[in-house]
């Protein structure tokens, strides 16, 4: 693996850790919080190693493990918020999007994803879910836009 990409990997990993302590510290106390930020560093890290070691196997298995990590991920995120049904339709949207964008701008698209998601889930400590899932959808867009230029400069410069 690329030494940047294991860094921003790393960089992902502890945003991800840092979003869900700061959402169940309140709510669950600091050690309860520090335990949760680390099983979702942990997993994130994880999830993207493993993305990486499936690219070398099969670009379908790498594209189904991308459908499965962002579909859960969304499910998981917004099932308190907006209930079971809504969220699977939600999480099943946010999939079919997360994975074709993979396709053009591979895991700058993951990494959206994952921002957009901290992004919604901090947003929900002090706003409602309508103005939270709004601003997610926005901020994902943005990424996703910005990922393409990113893609496009560093394809270009090779």
């Given at each position: 693996?690329d ?13 991800a850790g ?28 994880a999830a993207l190693?493993l993305?990486?070691l ?7 298995a790498l ?8 579909g ?5 995120v ?10 699977a ?18 895991y ?5 994803f ?5 992004i ?11 103005p939270?899932?709004l ?7 943005g990424?996703?836009?910005a990922?393409?230029?990113?893609f ?7």
């Open positions: 693996m030494s940047f990409l294991a860094v921003v990997f790393g960089l992902a990993a502890l945003y840092g979003v869900i302590f700061v959402v169940s510290a309140g709510r669950q106390g600091p050690q309860r919080a520090a335990a949760n930020g680390a099983g979702a560093a942990a997993g994130v890290a190693v993305m990486v499936l690219a070398h196997v099969a670009v379908a594209v189904a493990a991308v459908v499965l990590f962002s859960a991920i969304a499910y998981f917004l099932v308190r918020d907006i209930g079971r049904r809504p969220a339709l939600t999480a099943v949207g946010a999939a079919a999007l997360i994975s074709l964008s993979f396709l053009l701008v591979s700058l698209a993951v990494l959206a994952i921002g957009a998601a901290g919604y889930l901090l947003l929900r400590l002090w706003v409602r879910t309508r939270a899932l601003v997610m959808g926005g901020t994902l867009s990424l996703l836009a990922s393409g230029v990113v496009a400069v560093a394809l270009s410069t090779m």
